[in-house]
């Protein structure tokens, strides 16, 4: 089975594509999907050993997204850091939850750095 | 006939506004932030940061609608004003480096009963127009200073003043509360800055448990946000 390192879920194709770009520069494979299907999609394709979210989605609530994820036996244990433009007192959900759906990280991205994004994805995926 | 259409409340279409704002200017930064990355560019560094702070006056402004137009009371816990106000420099530091400004620290810790987010964004604010203000006077060999302070003030209040080369008085503040809107218009005529920061933080600080009013110490100026001190039960 394919595998990559991160599986970018974020519904803005710029911004994926920024994000993209500074995985890429530290040597971090990647793929991009701009949907909660195409996330699917993508991987059922190559398996990601670590996911970062965009919560906020057209047509599908990021944590709906996860739970329906999670249903699937092979990505039951991939970690997902969430960045958002939601904060993580804006979502509002017990962290208990957030820990069990396998969330390691909540970073909200107006005052979320690219290097710190890019920092945490590289130590999660050691 | 012509049907009566129901337009948003001008409060409500603002704050959506706010929201909408915060996408462009997060692609905004993080590009600039890519191209700095890989091209180590100055402009990109100064790009990046006119995005970031744009991001924050938003913000800003979203953590006052939730109190003020929301009716959301910001629940109020026993906050340590110290550290608060350490995180809070430790944020704002690298855009006072960049406008040559030195920040002084006399901050005794305090328990205080707020808000957090509330009082760190109108930290923020008080320090953003403190800074505007400053960045426009004479420097001292090169430098602007800005004091921090965090004392007691009485049994049951902490003062906790941000202070520069701002001409400020009470009839100032009087007048910039009266002109709340405006903003336009300048707070004063030896002011850059337009006092939307101030008036954010004077809206937070009613919402957070404070109050807003002005501070001097020797030749700085600025302003003060009063806290209540938190009534910690005494177990006998």
Known sequence: ?126 | MVESVNHPAPDQLLKSLAKELKNPLTLIARQAELEAMQSDEKAFDSIRQAAEHSLKLVDSYLVMAQSEYGQVQLPLENIGVGSLIYDVVQEINPYAKQHKILIESDVQEHLVMTHSLGLRTALWCLFKFVFDSSAASEKDHGHSRVLIRAKKHGKEQVNVSIMGNVNISASDLTLARKMQGKSHLALSVHSQTSGVQMAIADILASSIGGGLGVAKSGQLRGLSLSLPKSQQLQLV
């Open chain 1, 1 to 126: 089975m394919d595998t990559v390192d991160v599986l970018i879920i974020e519904p803005s194709k710029d911004l994926s594509l920024v994000i993209s770009q500074a995985l890429t520069r530290k040597e971090i494979s990647n793929s991009i999907a701009n949907s909660a299907q195409a996330a699917i999609s993508q991987a059922d394709v190559a398996t990601p050993r670590l996911i970062i979210l965009e919560i906020l989605m057209p047509k599908h609530n990021g944590l709906e997204f996860v739970y329906e994820f999670r249903s699937y036996e092979e990505w039951l244990n991939i970690p997902i850091i969430v960045y958002s433009q939601i904060s993580k007192k804006e979502l509002d959900a017990p962290s208990e939850l957030i820990e069990e759906i396998g969330v390691k990280k909540h970073f909200y991205k107006p005052t979320t750095s690219l290097q710190q994004l890019v920092d945490c994805a590289e130590e999660l995926l050691v």
